[in-house]
């Protein structure tokens, strides 16, 4: 059964604090993304990565950062978390494939709260 | 990439067949269109994908009309267990960037 999992379920930290979030992936897919989503404004792409090291911004990059050192582990980073970005956070994997179908797996997300 | 354009909402009653349409005009050539399902507090799932006319699978039915530029998800008799948000998506199986919108929120009423 493929797995991407989330580091935590659900996690309250302080304003100004360093936020760690961390996805790992057993399908050996190429492809990670990091989400936020947010009542009434759907799911909104943070970063993605499309291999060991690269990474690109996409919707809304601002106030967080990305590392992905090895392939099956991408980090979500929250520099100094502020109440703003309270949330919940989806993690995603896909394997870069053909013309034949490539889902997108989810991890089962992470609740942020900044207090 | 392509933009898509869903229904904010919709009710259904048990048992109805529910079609939810998505626009995407600005689709290209190589684009597939790919349909998700998210139920509260969990990361969504892939239902569906398609290229052009129609797909069916043991959950749903996808209709892609010649022109590409809108498709038909179709949900045949739901249950309440199908209240879900459902998301369209277009772009291709090779791109990395891979963009939800604000999906469209079915209510299945008994």
């Known amino acids: 059964d493929v797995k991407v999992t989330q580091s935590s379920r659900y996690l309250v930290k302080r304003t100004g604090e360093k936020v760690f979030l961390e996805c790992v992936q057993d399908?050996?897919?190429?492809?990670m993304f990091w989400y936020r989503q947010d009542p009434g404004l759907g799911l909104r792409l943070i970063y993605f990565s499309y291999d060991v090291k690269m990474k690109e911004k996409g919707d809304i990059p601002e106030g967080y950062s990305v590392s992905r050192e090895k392939k099956e582990r991408f980090s979500l980073i929250l520099e100094s978390a502020s109440t703003n970005q309270t949330s919940m956070y989806l993690c995603?994997?896909?394997?870069?494939?053909?013309?034949?179908?490539?889902?997108?797996?989810f991890g089962q997300g992470t609740r942020l709260t900044v207090v | 990439l392509a933009k898509t354009t869903q229904p904010i909402s919709m009710d259904s009653y048990e048992g109805q067949e529910v079609n939810i349409t998505c626009s995407h005009n600005n689709i290209a050539t190589n684009d597939y269109i790919t349909w998700y399902q998210q139920f509260p507090s969990q990361g969504p799932r892939f239902i569906i994908q398609?290229?052009?006319t129609k797909v069916t699978n043991e959950v749903a039915s996808l209709f892609i009309p010649a022109d590409r530029k809108s498709s038909t998800l179709s949900l045949p008799r739901v249950s309440l267990s199908d209240t879900a948000v459902y998301y369209c998506l277009v772009g291709t199986n090779t791109g990395n960037q891979f963009y939800f919108g604000t999906g469209t929120s079915l209510t299945v009423i008994p």
């Open positions: 995603a994997s896909r394997s870069t494939g053909g013309r034949s179908s490539t889902e997108a797996f």
């Open positions: 399908m050996d897919h190429e492809n």
């Open positions: 398609g290229y052009k």
